[in-house]
C-alpha cells in the first residue's frame, strides 16, 4: 500500500503538465450520474470527490452548479485544482489522503472518484465511502480509457511498451477491444467485481461511454503518455529513451494516432443500516 500511495503522488510532481495533456470527462457522464442519482437540479445533491488531482472531473461537476467537496492528497495538485474552480464559490477543497480524511459527520448524497479508485486502499476502500454515504447516496467511479484504432501502431506500441515496462498500454489499448460492454473479473480490476457481494451497495450497473474518436499530432500524444505513473517512475535516461521509441513509432505511421475516447463508469447506491445491525 506504501508504494502504491508513492505512486500515486507522482503525479503531482508535473501537476502542469497532467493537467494540460490529460482528457476531461463527457457531458454524457454528468448526465448519467446525475441521473442516476437523481438529482435533476444538482444544487440539491451535496457530493464529496475522492483523489480530485487539477480537477478534471471537479470542474464538469462543478460546473454544474453541484456542491463538491474535493479532497486530494497532493498539495501541488490542489494548488492547479484551486486556480480552475476558483469562480466556482460551492466547491470546497481538503488536502488530504482518502484513508485520512475524516467526513466529521459529515454525509454526502453522491462520492465520486475519476481516475483515482484502483490508488486507495483496498482494505477500507469501501468501507470509508459507505461511511461518507448518507442512506441512498451514489457511488460513482469512473475511469477514461483511449483505444488506438489502428491495430498496427498498436502492436508496435505495445512492443516498445513491453520492452520498457512503462505499463502504458493499460489505459491505452486497442480500440476493437473496448467494443463490447464492460466484463467484471478479478483480473481485470473493474470495480463491479469488488462491489458485487457486498450487500450495503445496491442497484449496481456498469456502463461505457463512446465518445468519438480524435486525432492527435505525436507531441500532443507523447506529452500525456508522459504523465502516467508507469512513465513518471521511470529514471530520466530510461524514460527519455521510451519517449525517444514511441515517437520514432509515430513518426513512421504518419506522425499522429487515431485515438477512440471512452468513459467507463459504475455506479451503486448505499442501502440503510438494518435494524439491529
Given at each position: 500500500?506504501?508504494?502504491?500511495h508513492e ?10 503538465a ?6 476531461t470527462?463527457?457531458?454524457a457522464?454528468?448526465?448519467t450520474v ?17 483523489g480530485?488531482g ?38 470546497e ?5 482518502f484513508?485520512?480524511w ?14 483515482a479508485w484502483h490508488?486507495l486502499?483496498?482494505?477500507?476502500r ?15 467511479l469512473?475511469w477514461?480509457?483511449?483505444g488506438v484504432?489502428d491495430?498496427?501502431v ?13 505499463d502504458?498500454l ?17 483480473e481485470?480490476g ?13 442497484d449496481q450497473?456498469s ?15 507523447l ?12 529514471e ?5 529513451a521510451?519517449?525517444?521509441e514511441?515517437r ?8 499522429f ?12 447506491r ?8
Amino acid at each position: 500500500m506504501a508504494q502504491a500511495h508513492e505512486r500515486a503522488l507522482v503525479f503531482g510532481t508535473t501537476a502542469e503538465a497532467y493537467d494540460a495533456a490529460r482528457p476531461t470527462y463527457p457531458d454524457a457522464l454528468v448526465d448519467t450520474v446525475l441521473t442516476y442519482a437523481g438529482g435533476a437540479t444538482p444544487g440539491s445533491l451535496r457530493a464529496v470527490e475522492i483523489g480530485a488531482g487539477t480537477g478534471k472531473a471537479t470542474a464538469v461537476f462543478g460546473g454544474r452548479g453541484l456542491p463538491v467537496l474535493a479532497v486530494e492528497p497532493d498539495q501541488r495538485m490542489a494548488e492547479v485544482l484551486r486556480r480552475k474552480v476558483a469562480a466556482l464559490p460551492h466547491v470546497e477543497i481538503e488536502v488530504s489522503r482518502f484513508e485520512q480524511w475524516q467526513p466529521g459527520g459529515r454525509r454526502f448524497d453522491l462520492a465520486y472518484a475519476a481516475q483515482a479508485w484502483h490508488w486507495l486502499d483496498r482494505e477500507t476502500r469501501r468501507d470509508r465511502i459507505f461511511d461518507a454515504l448518507a442512506p441512498g447516496g451514489t457511488v460513482a467511479l469512473f475511469w477514461n480509457f483511449l483505444g488506438v484504432v489502428d491495430p498496427l501502431v498498436h502492436r508496435d506500441l505495445t512492443a516498445i511498451d513491453a520492452a520498457h515496462g512503462s505499463d502504458l498500454l493499460r489505459v491505452t489499448g486497442l480500440a476493437s477491444d473496448f467494443a463490447g460492454e464492460i466484463e467484471s473479473t478479478a483480473e481485470n480490476g473493474w470495480a463491479a467485481w469488488e462491489f458485487g457481494g457486498d450487500e450495503r451497495f445496491t442497484d449496481q450497473r456498469s456502463v461505457r461511454l463512446r465518445n468519438g474518436v480524435t486525432r492527435r499530432g505525436a507531441e500532443s500524444w507523447l506529452a500525456a503518455a508522459a504523465t502516467y505513473s508507469g512513465v513518471q517512475i521511470m529514471e530520466p535516461e530510461r524514460r527519455a529513451a521510451l519517449l525517444a521509441e514511441l515517437r520514432s513509432c509515430l513518426d513512421s505511421h504518419g506522425g499522429f494516432l487515431d485515438l477512440e475516447w471512452f468513459t467507463d463508469l459504475f455506479v451503486a447506491r448505499r442501502v440503510p443500516v438494518k435494524a439491529g445491525a
